[in-house]
Protein backbone atom coordinates (compact mmCIF):
# COMPACT_ATOMS: atom_id res chain seq x y z
CA UNK A 1 0.00 0.00 0.00
CA UNK A 2 2.72 2.49 0.73
CA UNK A 3 4.66 1.90 -2.72
CA UNK A 4 0.81 3.14 -4.27
CA UNK A 5 0.76 5.89 -2.31
CA UNK A 6 4.01 7.07 -3.15
CA UNK A 7 4.18 7.40 -6.87
CA UNK A 8 5.26 10.29 -7.98
CA UNK A 9 1.92 11.27 -9.53
CA UNK A 10 0.32 11.29 -6.47
CA UNK A 11 3.28 13.08 -5.05
CA UNK A 12 2.87 15.82 -7.39
CA UNK A 13 -0.91 15.86 -6.97
CA UNK A 14 -0.41 16.31 -3.22
CA UNK A 15 1.72 18.86 -3.65
CA UNK A 16 -0.10 21.25 -6.06
CA UNK A 17 -3.19 20.23 -3.90
CA UNK A 18 -1.30 22.46 -0.76
CA UNK A 19 -0.16 24.74 -3.34
CA UNK A 20 -3.65 25.39 -4.89
CA UNK A 21 -6.16 24.86 -1.86
CA UNK A 22 -3.61 25.03 1.11
CA UNK A 23 -2.30 22.01 3.66
CA UNK A 24 -5.37 21.24 5.12
CA UNK A 25 -7.55 20.48 2.23
CA UNK A 26 -4.61 18.53 0.15
CA UNK A 27 -3.93 16.32 3.76
CA UNK A 28 -8.11 15.66 3.58
CA UNK A 29 -8.00 14.62 0.20
CA UNK A 30 -5.04 12.31 1.02
CA UNK A 31 -6.74 10.87 3.85
CA UNK A 32 -9.28 10.36 1.66
CA UNK A 33 -7.32 8.29 -0.92
CA UNK A 34 -5.20 6.20 1.44
CA UNK A 35 -9.24 5.12 2.98
CA UNK A 36 -9.85 3.99 -0.88
CA UNK A 37 -6.91 2.07 -1.33
CA UNK A 38 -6.81 0.16 1.90
CA UNK A 39 -10.77 -0.75 0.79
CA UNK A 40 -9.33 -1.94 -2.39
CA UNK A 41 -11.27 0.47 -3.85
CA UNK A 42 -10.71 0.06 -7.96
CA UNK A 43 -7.57 1.64 -9.16
CA UNK A 44 -8.87 3.40 -11.82
CA UNK A 45 -11.60 4.86 -10.45
CA UNK A 46 -9.65 7.27 -7.81
CA UNK A 47 -6.22 7.68 -9.23
CA UNK A 48 -4.29 7.50 -12.49
CA UNK A 49 -3.57 4.54 -13.47
CA UNK A 50 -0.29 5.81 -14.93
CA UNK A 51 2.39 8.32 -13.60
CA UNK A 52 1.84 10.84 -16.26
CA UNK A 53 1.38 14.17 -13.58
CA UNK A 54 -1.89 16.03 -15.04
CA UNK A 55 0.25 19.28 -15.50
CA UNK A 56 2.20 17.39 -18.51
CA UNK A 57 -0.84 15.26 -19.38
CA UNK A 58 -2.60 18.36 -21.58
CA UNK A 59 0.39 17.49 -23.76
CA UNK A 60 0.01 13.50 -24.33
CA UNK A 61 -2.20 14.09 -27.44
CA UNK A 62 0.19 16.86 -29.34
CA UNK A 63 2.74 15.06 -30.87
CA UNK A 64 -0.46 13.12 -32.29
CA UNK A 65 -2.28 16.17 -33.74
CA UNK A 66 1.11 17.65 -35.15
CA UNK A 67 2.05 14.36 -37.39
CA UNK A 68 -1.79 14.12 -38.53
CA UNK A 69 -1.58 18.11 -39.61
CA UNK A 70 1.55 17.81 -41.37
CA UNK A 71 0.05 14.82 -43.11
CA UNK A 72 -3.06 16.34 -43.69
CA UNK A 73 -5.43 13.95 -41.90
CA UNK A 74 -6.24 15.99 -38.86
CA UNK A 75 -10.02 15.93 -39.03
CA UNK A 76 -12.16 12.81 -39.79
CA UNK A 77 -14.60 13.22 -42.97
CA UNK A 78 -17.86 11.56 -40.72
CA UNK A 79 -18.48 11.00 -37.56
CA UNK A 80 -18.47 8.09 -36.08
CA UNK A 81 -21.70 7.45 -35.47
CA UNK A 82 -22.89 7.58 -38.81
CA UNK A 83 -20.43 4.56 -40.03
CA UNK A 84 -20.39 2.50 -37.28
CA UNK A 85 -23.77 0.21 -36.21
CA UNK A 86 -22.74 -0.31 -32.69
CA UNK A 87 -23.15 2.57 -30.10
CA UNK A 88 -19.49 3.30 -28.16
CA UNK A 89 -19.75 5.27 -25.22
CA UNK A 90 -16.66 7.05 -23.60
CA UNK A 91 -17.24 8.22 -20.08
CA UNK A 92 -14.52 10.05 -18.57
CA UNK A 93 -15.36 11.52 -15.09
CA UNK A 94 -14.37 12.74 -11.47
CA UNK A 95 -15.09 8.91 -10.10
CA UNK A 96 -13.65 9.63 -6.73
CA UNK A 97 -16.78 9.64 -4.84
CA UNK A 98 -18.05 5.58 -4.77
CA UNK A 99 -22.21 6.70 -4.77
CA UNK A 100 -21.97 9.01 -7.40
CA UNK A 101 -19.60 6.52 -9.27
CA UNK A 102 -22.28 3.81 -8.93
CA UNK A 103 -25.58 5.62 -10.10
CA UNK A 104 -24.02 8.00 -12.45
CA UNK A 105 -21.51 5.54 -14.33
CA UNK A 106 -21.29 1.81 -13.30
CA UNK A 107 -25.17 1.90 -13.16
CA UNK A 108 -25.39 3.82 -16.55
CA UNK A 109 -22.91 1.47 -17.96
CA UNK A 110 -24.75 -1.45 -17.23
CA UNK A 111 -28.16 0.28 -18.83
CA UNK A 112 -26.97 1.14 -21.87
CA UNK A 113 -24.62 -2.47 -22.10
CA UNK A 114 -28.41 -4.11 -21.74
CA UNK A 115 -29.31 -2.12 -25.21
CA UNK A 116 -26.19 -3.24 -26.93
CA UNK A 117 -24.20 0.22 -26.13
CA UNK A 118 -21.01 -0.65 -24.63
CA UNK A 119 -19.94 2.00 -22.33
CA UNK A 120 -15.79 2.27 -21.27
CA UNK A 121 -15.51 4.83 -18.73
CA UNK A 122 -12.32 6.36 -17.19
CA UNK A 123 -11.31 8.81 -14.49
CA UNK A 124 -9.56 11.96 -16.01
CA UNK A 125 -6.40 11.36 -14.69
CA UNK A 126 -5.76 7.85 -16.41
CA UNK A 127 -5.25 9.68 -19.31
CA UNK A 128 -3.65 6.69 -21.97
CA UNK A 129 -7.22 4.94 -20.86
CA UNK A 130 -8.94 8.01 -21.59
CA UNK A 131 -7.41 8.61 -24.89
CA UNK A 132 -8.02 4.77 -26.27
CA UNK A 133 -11.57 5.01 -25.08
CA UNK A 134 -12.25 7.82 -26.93
CA UNK A 135 -10.61 6.29 -30.31
CA UNK A 136 -13.13 3.61 -30.65
CA UNK A 137 -16.31 5.87 -29.03
CA UNK A 138 -19.11 7.18 -31.27
CA UNK A 139 -20.44 9.14 -28.07
CA UNK A 140 -18.45 11.45 -25.37
CA UNK A 141 -20.00 11.70 -21.93
CA UNK A 142 -18.31 14.13 -19.49
CA UNK A 143 -19.26 13.44 -15.92
CA UNK A 144 -17.99 16.11 -13.95
CA UNK A 145 -15.73 17.33 -15.17
CA UNK A 146 -13.98 20.94 -15.01
CA UNK A 147 -12.03 23.40 -16.68
CA UNK A 148 -8.80 22.14 -16.75
CA UNK A 149 -6.03 21.69 -19.53
CA UNK A 150 -6.07 17.62 -19.51
CA UNK A 151 -9.69 17.65 -19.71
CA UNK A 152 -9.81 20.23 -22.59
CA UNK A 153 -7.36 18.29 -24.54
CA UNK A 154 -9.88 15.05 -24.29
CA UNK A 155 -13.01 17.82 -25.51
CA UNK A 156 -10.19 18.59 -28.30
CA UNK A 157 -9.94 15.53 -29.59
CA UNK A 158 -13.38 14.50 -28.98
CA UNK A 159 -14.23 17.76 -31.50
CA UNK A 160 -11.54 16.43 -33.99
CA UNK A 161 -13.01 13.06 -34.14
CA UNK A 162 -16.83 14.71 -34.32
CA UNK A 163 -18.16 12.73 -31.43
CA UNK A 164 -21.42 14.12 -29.45
CA UNK A 165 -20.71 15.19 -26.53
CA UNK A 166 -22.78 15.19 -23.21
CA UNK A 167 -22.01 16.25 -20.12
CA UNK A 168 -23.82 15.32 -16.65
CA UNK A 169 -23.84 16.11 -13.12
CA UNK A 170 -25.81 15.21 -10.40
CA UNK A 171 -24.95 18.61 -8.36
CA UNK A 172 -24.96 21.89 -8.47
CA UNK A 173 -21.44 22.54 -8.70
CA UNK A 174 -21.53 25.21 -10.92
CA UNK A 175 -23.53 27.32 -8.86
CA UNK A 176 -22.25 30.06 -6.72
CA UNK A 177 -26.13 30.81 -5.21
CA UNK A 178 -26.41 27.24 -4.11
CA UNK A 179 -22.99 27.08 -2.43
CA UNK A 180 -23.62 30.45 -0.92
CA UNK A 181 -26.67 29.29 0.80
CA UNK A 182 -25.74 25.48 1.30
CA UNK A 183 -26.24 24.43 5.36
CA UNK A 184 -24.07 22.07 4.93
CA UNK A 185 -21.32 24.23 4.39
CA UNK A 186 -21.68 25.88 8.20
CA UNK A 187 -20.89 21.79 9.44
CA UNK A 188 -17.02 22.41 6.92
CA UNK A 189 -13.90 24.21 7.22
CA UNK A 190 -15.08 27.78 5.94
CA UNK A 191 -11.90 27.06 3.35
CA UNK A 192 -13.44 23.97 1.91
CA UNK A 193 -16.62 26.13 1.06
CA UNK A 194 -14.55 28.84 -0.72
CA UNK A 195 -12.57 26.46 -2.26
CA UNK A 196 -16.17 25.04 -4.10
CA UNK A 197 -16.79 28.63 -4.52
CA UNK A 198 -13.45 29.19 -6.53
CA UNK A 199 -13.97 26.24 -8.52
CA UNK A 200 -17.84 26.60 -9.94
CA UNK A 201 -17.20 28.57 -12.63
CA UNK A 202 -14.61 25.87 -14.42
CA UNK A 203 -17.68 23.84 -14.10
CA UNK A 204 -19.98 25.91 -15.90
CA UNK A 205 -17.44 26.62 -18.30
CA UNK A 206 -17.26 22.98 -19.20
CA UNK A 207 -20.54 22.39 -19.04
CA UNK A 208 -21.14 24.88 -21.85
CA UNK A 209 -19.38 23.61 -23.96
CA UNK A 210 -21.03 20.34 -24.63
CA UNK A 211 -23.70 19.93 -26.75
CA UNK A 212 -26.72 18.80 -24.35
CA UNK A 213 -27.06 18.17 -20.58
CA UNK A 214 -27.82 15.37 -18.77
CA UNK A 215 -28.65 15.71 -14.57
CA UNK A 216 -30.03 13.60 -12.08
CA UNK A 217 -33.93 15.50 -11.16
CA UNK A 218 -36.02 17.69 -12.27
CA UNK A 219 -35.04 20.63 -9.86
CA UNK A 220 -31.56 20.38 -10.70
CA UNK A 221 -32.32 20.69 -14.39
CA UNK A 222 -34.51 23.91 -13.58
CA UNK A 223 -31.75 25.76 -11.52
CA UNK A 224 -29.28 24.33 -14.45
CA UNK A 225 -31.45 26.32 -17.24
CA UNK A 226 -30.87 29.56 -15.48
CA UNK A 227 -26.91 28.95 -16.09
CA UNK A 228 -26.82 27.45 -19.42
CA UNK A 229 -28.66 27.66 -23.04
CA UNK A 230 -27.78 23.93 -23.80
CA UNK A 231 -30.63 21.66 -23.67
CA UNK A 232 -31.13 19.91 -20.41
CA UNK A 233 -32.62 16.78 -20.19
CA UNK A 234 -33.24 14.52 -16.92
CA UNK A 235 -32.15 10.98 -16.06
CA UNK A 236 -32.81 9.81 -12.66
CA UNK A 237 -30.67 7.48 -10.45
CA UNK A 238 -32.60 4.27 -10.24
CA UNK A 239 -31.75 0.38 -8.39
CA UNK A 240 -30.05 -1.71 -11.51
CA UNK A 241 -29.38 -5.33 -11.01
CA UNK A 242 -26.80 -5.25 -8.16
CA UNK A 243 -28.59 -3.20 -5.79
CA UNK A 244 -31.44 -5.01 -5.75
CA UNK A 245 -29.48 -8.53 -5.24
CA UNK A 246 -27.39 -6.88 -2.39
CA UNK A 247 -30.38 -5.58 -0.62
CA UNK A 248 -32.41 -9.39 -1.21
CA UNK A 249 -28.98 -10.55 0.64
CA UNK A 250 -28.87 -8.22 3.27
CA UNK A 251 -32.93 -8.30 4.14
CA UNK A 252 -32.76 -11.98 4.00
CA UNK A 253 -29.62 -11.77 6.71
CA UNK A 254 -31.44 -8.57 8.70
CA UNK A 255 -34.81 -10.77 9.01
CA UNK A 256 -32.73 -13.32 11.56
CA UNK A 257 -32.21 -10.39 13.89
CA UNK A 258 -35.21 -10.37 17.22
CA UNK A 259 -33.81 -8.43 19.60
CA UNK A 260 -37.12 -5.98 20.15
CA UNK A 261 -34.87 -2.84 18.94
CA UNK A 262 -37.69 -0.22 16.95
CA UNK A 263 -34.37 1.42 14.90
CA UNK A 264 -34.52 4.26 12.79
CA UNK A 265 -31.34 5.28 10.50
CA UNK A 266 -30.08 8.48 9.31
CA UNK A 267 -27.18 7.93 6.14
CA UNK A 268 -24.91 10.30 5.48
CA UNK A 269 -22.87 9.97 2.25
CA UNK A 270 -20.43 12.82 2.33
CA UNK A 271 -19.45 15.38 4.86
CA UNK A 272 -21.82 17.85 6.22
CA UNK A 273 -25.18 16.29 6.93
CA UNK A 274 -25.04 17.01 10.31
CA UNK A 275 -26.53 20.27 9.14
CA UNK A 276 -29.51 18.11 7.82
CA UNK A 277 -30.09 16.27 11.08
CA UNK A 278 -30.18 19.18 12.95
CA UNK A 279 -33.53 19.81 11.45
CA UNK A 280 -34.79 17.08 13.27
CA UNK A 281 -32.91 16.25 16.12
CA UNK A 282 -34.95 17.41 18.75
CA UNK A 283 -37.84 15.30 17.38
CA UNK A 284 -35.69 12.40 16.95
CA UNK A 285 -34.55 13.00 20.94
CA UNK A 286 -38.28 13.04 21.70
CA UNK A 287 -38.74 9.86 19.64
CA UNK A 288 -36.25 7.76 21.80
CA UNK A 289 -37.52 9.21 25.44
CA UNK A 290 -40.69 7.89 24.32
CA UNK A 291 -40.00 3.82 24.81
CA UNK A 292 -36.88 2.16 25.36
CA UNK A 293 -36.40 0.13 22.99
CA UNK A 294 -35.61 2.76 20.27
CA UNK A 295 -32.33 3.30 19.16
CA UNK A 296 -30.79 6.06 16.48
CA UNK A 297 -28.56 4.41 13.34
CA UNK A 298 -26.27 7.03 11.86
CA UNK A 299 -24.76 5.38 8.88
CA UNK A 300 -21.59 6.90 6.94
CA UNK A 301 -19.90 10.22 7.85
CA UNK A 302 -20.78 12.47 11.34
CA UNK A 303 -19.35 14.33 13.51
CA UNK A 304 -21.35 12.66 16.54
CA UNK A 305 -19.96 15.26 18.99
CA UNK A 306 -22.30 17.50 17.36
CA UNK A 307 -25.13 15.68 18.40
CA UNK A 308 -27.74 16.59 20.93
CA UNK A 309 -25.73 15.24 24.49
CA UNK A 310 -29.28 13.33 24.38
CA UNK A 311 -28.41 11.60 21.82
CA UNK A 312 -25.55 9.80 22.25
CA UNK A 313 -26.11 7.31 24.99
CA UNK A 314 -29.09 5.72 22.44
CA UNK A 315 -27.23 5.97 18.80
CA UNK A 316 -25.42 3.49 16.97
CA UNK A 317 -23.02 4.50 13.92
CA UNK A 318 -21.48 2.30 11.30
CA UNK A 319 -18.73 4.10 9.21
CA UNK A 320 -18.88 3.41 5.26
CA UNK A 321 -16.55 1.24 4.14
CA UNK A 322 -18.08 -0.62 0.53
CA UNK A 323 -21.71 -0.78 -0.38
CA UNK A 324 -22.52 -3.91 0.04
CA UNK A 325 -21.81 -3.64 3.95
CA UNK A 326 -23.59 -0.51 3.77
CA UNK A 327 -26.80 -1.98 3.29
CA UNK A 328 -26.52 -4.60 5.38
CA UNK A 329 -26.30 -1.91 8.27
CA UNK A 330 -29.41 -0.24 7.01
CA UNK A 331 -31.16 -3.53 6.74
CA UNK A 332 -30.85 -3.68 10.27
CA UNK A 333 -33.27 -0.55 10.65
CA UNK A 334 -36.79 -0.54 10.78
CA UNK A 335 -37.10 2.26 9.03
CA UNK A 336 -35.14 5.57 7.40
CA UNK A 337 -35.28 9.09 7.90
CA UNK A 338 -34.01 11.63 5.29
CA UNK A 339 -34.08 15.13 6.77
CA UNK A 340 -32.74 18.07 4.29
CA UNK A 341 -32.18 21.58 5.39
CA UNK A 342 -33.99 23.50 2.72
CA UNK A 343 -32.10 25.71 0.27
CA UNK A 344 -30.80 25.31 -3.28
CA UNK A 345 -28.57 23.01 -3.20
CA UNK A 346 -30.75 20.27 -1.47
CA UNK A 347 -33.39 21.17 -3.84
CA UNK A 348 -30.91 19.95 -6.52
CA UNK A 349 -30.63 16.66 -4.70
CA UNK A 350 -31.87 12.86 -5.84
CA UNK A 351 -33.84 10.05 -4.14
CA UNK A 352 -30.91 7.58 -3.63
CA UNK A 353 -31.27 7.58 -0.40
CA UNK A 354 -34.73 6.35 -0.82
CA UNK A 355 -33.66 3.38 -3.39
CA UNK A 356 -30.98 2.45 -0.62
CA UNK A 357 -33.85 1.99 2.21
CA UNK A 358 -36.62 0.20 -0.38
CA UNK A 359 -33.48 -2.10 -1.25
CA UNK A 360 -33.93 -3.43 1.49
CA UNK A 361 -37.25 -2.85 2.70
CA UNK A 362 -37.17 -0.03 4.56
CA UNK A 363 -40.04 2.64 4.51
CA UNK A 364 -38.51 5.45 4.55
CA UNK A 365 -39.80 9.40 5.84
CA UNK A 366 -38.58 12.09 3.99
CA UNK A 367 -39.79 15.89 3.60
CA UNK A 368 -40.68 17.75 0.14
CA UNK A 369 -37.10 19.35 -0.19
CA UNK A 370 -35.26 17.29 -3.01
CA UNK A 371 -37.01 14.59 -5.53
CA UNK A 372 -37.33 12.07 -2.74
CA UNK A 373 -41.10 12.89 -2.38
CA UNK A 374 -41.37 12.44 -6.02
CA UNK A 375 -40.29 9.08 -5.36
CA UNK A 376 -41.82 8.22 -2.24
CA UNK A 377 -45.81 7.17 -2.64
CA UNK A 378 -46.58 8.87 0.95
CA UNK A 379 -48.74 6.24 3.11
CA UNK A 380 -47.96 3.14 0.98
CA UNK A 381 -44.09 2.94 0.47
CA UNK A 382 -43.60 5.61 3.13
CA UNK A 383 -44.14 9.11 4.67
CA UNK A 384 -43.85 12.11 3.29
CA UNK A 385 -44.37 15.07 6.51
CA UNK A 386 -45.96 18.22 5.45
CA UNK A 387 -43.71 20.45 7.19
CA UNK A 388 -40.54 20.22 9.29
CA UNK A 389 -42.45 19.94 12.43
CA UNK A 390 -44.25 16.46 11.16
CA UNK A 391 -41.13 13.81 11.93
CA UNK A 392 -42.32 12.75 14.91
CA UNK A 393 -45.76 11.99 14.64
CA UNK A 394 -44.45 10.05 11.41
CA UNK A 395 -42.29 8.12 13.90
CA UNK A 396 -44.64 7.35 16.22
CA UNK A 397 -47.01 6.14 14.05
CA UNK A 398 -44.28 3.47 11.97
CA UNK A 399 -43.14 2.71 15.75
CA UNK A 400 -46.96 1.92 17.16
CA UNK A 401 -47.48 -0.88 14.18
CA UNK A 402 -44.11 -2.67 13.66
CA UNK A 403 -46.24 -5.23 11.15
CA UNK A 404 -47.73 -1.90 9.00
CA UNK A 405 -44.16 -0.82 9.01
CA UNK A 406 -43.03 -4.02 7.71
CA UNK A 407 -45.53 -4.13 4.64
CA UNK A 408 -44.71 -0.62 3.97
CA UNK A 409 -41.16 -1.33 3.75
CA UNK A 410 -42.47 -4.67 1.54
CA UNK A 411 -44.16 -2.40 -0.80
CA UNK A 412 -41.26 0.19 -0.97
CA UNK A 413 -39.08 -2.98 -2.22
CA UNK A 414 -41.53 -3.75 -4.77
CA UNK A 415 -42.30 -0.45 -5.73
CA UNK A 416 -38.47 0.00 -6.46
CA UNK A 417 -38.39 -3.43 -8.72
CA UNK A 418 -41.76 -2.25 -10.97
CA UNK A 419 -41.48 1.33 -11.17
CA UNK A 420 -37.67 2.68 -10.76
CA UNK A 421 -35.44 -0.37 -11.55
CA UNK A 422 -33.98 0.94 -15.04
CA UNK A 423 -36.41 0.54 -17.54
CA UNK A 424 -37.06 2.99 -20.30
CA UNK A 425 -39.80 5.25 -18.72
CA UNK A 426 -39.80 8.67 -19.35
CA UNK A 427 -39.96 9.56 -15.01
CA UNK A 428 -36.30 7.83 -15.28
CA UNK A 429 -34.48 8.93 -18.49
CA UNK A 430 -35.76 11.58 -20.89
CA UNK A 431 -36.73 9.82 -24.37
CA UNK A 432 -34.12 12.65 -26.07
CA UNK A 433 -31.04 10.89 -23.98
CA UNK A 434 -32.21 7.79 -25.49
CA UNK A 435 -32.60 9.07 -29.19
CA UNK A 436 -28.76 11.08 -28.19
CA UNK A 437 -27.27 7.56 -28.63
CA UNK A 438 -29.22 5.83 -31.09
CA UNK A 439 -30.01 8.35 -33.27
Given at each position: ????L?????I???????R??G??????????????V?????????????D???????F??????Q???????F???Q???????????????????????????????????????????S???D??RS?H????A????????????V?AM?????R?????????????????????T??????????????????????L??????????????????H???????????R??F?DA????????A??E??????????????????G?E???????D???????????R???I?GH????????????????H????????L???A????A?????????????S??????A??????????????M??V??????G?V?????????A?????????G?????????R???????G??????I??????????
Amino acid sequence: MLRTLLRPALIWRFCASAREEGLTQALRKARIHAGRVWRGDGRSAVAPATDVPSGVAAFYLSGTWQSLARAGGFAVSQPPAVLSRRRRIALIGDLNLPQCRKYRVEQLAAFWLARDVEVVHSHYLDVPRSVHALQEATHLIEYRLRAMPVNAMYRYEARRLKLPVLYDLDDPLFSVPAYETYHNMTALDPSLKQHFLTEAPSYLETMNGADILSVSTPGMAAHTRDFTPRPVFVRRNFADAQTLDQGRLALAEAAARDDSLFRVAFASGSQGHEADFAVIADQIAAFLDGAGNRRLVILGHFDTRRLPTVLRDRVEVHGFSTYDSYLHSLARADCAVMPLADDLFNRCKSAVRVIDAAAVGLPSIVGRVSDMAHVVRGGRTGIVVPDDSGWLSALETLADDPAGTRAMGAAARRDLETRWSGQEAAHIIAPELLEWVRG
